[in-house]
């Protein structure tokens, strides 16, 4: 039998997770999301960017022949990490902030004294896209070094019209400029982010802002797939987020909700109510509001990097969450201010540390769950016929070293779309 040419093939791992399942993708509860669909001494073909066949390495090698064979030998291959919450394009850090919480400040505190996110607003505003491009690059690189592929990111550190379009058009530039070296972006608009200073005094005005000329120029211009709230007591409340949300799904855009951080806000429930994609953070959530979510089937996106960073000692409740079969998926909410890193494989040990999640939860979160957070889950967040090559090879032997094996980077090679990475291809 003449077998089949393909472009690359990834053969004789030790584990290939593949997370392959039945309709619908999306995992809830524990059963679904303790299984992987792991495939040992597995292979992957790949032509054309994806994939083209999933199986034992013997069945594998028998149909398929390549130009490039990369044995995964005692190695573990997944899916690429998906990182569905950041906000990697801003200039400058918070780095005295960090000293002033160890020392006892409020994240409230730091921002009434100018601190926050109005600090890093005041820097984007005065920087060019060119040094805003650059900026995000290096930590890009960081992520997808990481293992991350794709990676959703968010604006909200412009808070008026040009700044915001600002931020978003450097997103859809880093996206056409990319040559497979950094994750895909998905381009969240975060307007809502905090109420500018020029506002001080006039919220609704901000809104009234966001909802008149900020939305109707997104869309039109079409920066951005979803569009997110800051939803917090004292700063965009129920009212405030329910009249963005609801003017940009007028708009199509598809909406997130950064709901309950710091206080039981009524976030959650709002998020069930409008049909949201997500809510994200969730610390201090109510039991009314997570069922409300779950009966939408509004996906959980928590972050517990920004609670070990804010040194507080309420998580989000993921277990309670998962058993009550509410959609989890986890990200690092990467941002100067509260959560500074980039990876998600520190992300997956502090939620199976802190918020008790296996590690096998914890990989369909940042996968799968991650994929269907964004809309992706056609095309990516497992390792199945006809989906985009984007996978990881990690240097163990097997998916639960990933968070077990903490404060080192375990990838071996990122492969983006059949192609692997230029700046780790050292081993190959």
Partial sequence: MKKQRVDLIISDAAELVTLASPEPPLRVGSDEMNYLG?????????????????????????????????????????????DCHTHPIFIGNRVDEFELKIRGATYQQIAEGGGGIKSTVRKVRLASKEELKANALKHLVRS???????LEA??????????????????????????????????????????????RNNKQGYVDNIKREMLPLVARKKLAEFCDVFCEKDIFEIKDAWQILTTAKKYGLSIKIHADEFTTSGGAELAGELNATSADHLMFASD????????????????????????????????????MGLPVALATDFNPGTCMSESLPMIMTIACVMMKMTPAEVLVATTINAACAIKRERHIGSLEVGKQADMVIWDCPSYKHIPYHFGVNLVDTVIKKGCLLKHMAKNL
Avoid: Q
């Fill in 38 to 82: 792991i495939i040992n001494h597995g292979a992957v073909a790949i032509k054309n960017g994806r994939i083209k066949a999933v199986g034992k390495t013997d069945n594998i090698l028998e149909e398929y022949s390549a130009a490039k064979v990369i044995k995964a030998g005692a190695k573990t291959i997944t899916p690429g990490l998906i």
């Fill in 144 to 150: 997808i070094s990481c293992g991350t592929t794709t």
């Fill in 154 to 199: 968010k604006s909200g550190y412009g808070l008026n019209v040009s700044d915001e379009i600002k931020m978003l058009e450097v997103i859809k530039e880093l996206n056409k400029a990319n040559d497979g070296n950094y994750p895909e972006l998905v381009a969240t608009f975060l307007g809502a982010h905090e109420i500018p200073d020029e506002y």
């Fill in 288 to 323: 009314k509001g997570l069922k409300k979510m779950r009966e939408k089937r509004v996906i959980a996106i928590l972050l517990p990097g920004t609670t070990f960073m804010l040194g507080f000692s309420t998580y989000a409740p993921a277990r309670k969450m998962i058993e």
